[in-house]
């Protein structure tokens, strides 16, 4: 497919499991960002790439979240010891561009649930 | 603090009657503002980038304009394929993530 792909669509987990969440940006695209949506919120910033370099992570809410895209292509959301104020929908987007001014293209994103 | 605030924050439409978004931000350096649709348990589309006051930009019943201090998003003669949540978002200079508001959650009504 075309578009940006994330896995599972839907992920529950109890109070203390580890997850990883998988994003399959537009092939070529060197920009990634992964955001984090709560119910009736708009998305917040979590981290970016720009190809496997990991350039900001300033909104990474703990240490328990970490995210790495090893090869450029691929990446990875991962949350340690979950709790159940991680439950949101995590997005990821791509874009062709490294200055921040083309549209990012967004996934369907992953509805995290922590009970 | 930089802030993106967007109104309000929810709108109901008939059909046929046009109506305006408001996104007002407080940033220091903006590099550019985005517009975007979100559909139920989708991701955000992209709609516009408005790069400087006085910039205007058109698709189909949208139009979206932006000045120094505020972006109006308009929507001409609405249909119900138009609702969805409108998201606005700021990119600031020197850095490349974008800060998103909550939304506006348009519904138009047939």
């Known amino acids: 497919g075309a578009g940006v792909s994330q896995s599972p669509r839907y992920k529950v987990a109890k109070r203390g499991q580890d997850v990883a969440l998988r994003c399959d940006p537009i092939s070529g695209h060197v920009s990634l960002f992964w955001y984090q949506q709560a119910l009736g919120q708009g998305p917040e910033f979590l981290t970016y790439?720009?190809?496997?370099?990991?350039?900001?992570k300033s909104g990474l809410p703990s240490d328990r979240f970490f995210a790495e895209r090893p090869e450029g292509s691929v990446s990875t959301l991962k949350i340690q010891r979950t709790q159940q104020e991680d439950s949101a929908v995590y997005l990821c987007?791509?874009?062709?561009?490294?200055?921040?001014?083309?549209?990012?293209?967004f996934g369907s994103g992953t509805q995290l649930s922590v009970l | 603090e930089d802030q993106v605030t967007q109104s309000p924050e929810a709108l109901r439409l008939q059909e046929g009657e046009s109506s305006s978004l408001n996104c007002s931000y407080t940033?220091?350096?903006?590099?550019?503002l985005f517009w975007y649709r979100q559909d139920p348990g989708k991701g955000p589309e992209f709609l516009f980038t408005?790069?400087?006051a006085g910039e205007e930009k058109e698709k189909e019943r949208l139009k979206a304009t932006l000045t120094k201090k505020e972006s109006f998003l308009h929507i001409t003669a609405p249909k119900p394929e138009d609702s969805a949540t409108y998201l606005c978002a700021v990119g600031l200079r020197g850095y490349q993530k974008v800060t998103f508001g909550i939304g506006t959650k348009l519904q138009v009504i047939p």
């Open positions: 987007a791509s874009s062709s561009d490294d200055r921040g001014d083309e549209k990012l293209f």
């Open positions: 940033v220091s350096g903006l590099r550019g």
């Open positions: 408005l790069y400087s």
């Open positions: 790439f720009q190809n496997e370099a990991q350039l900001d």
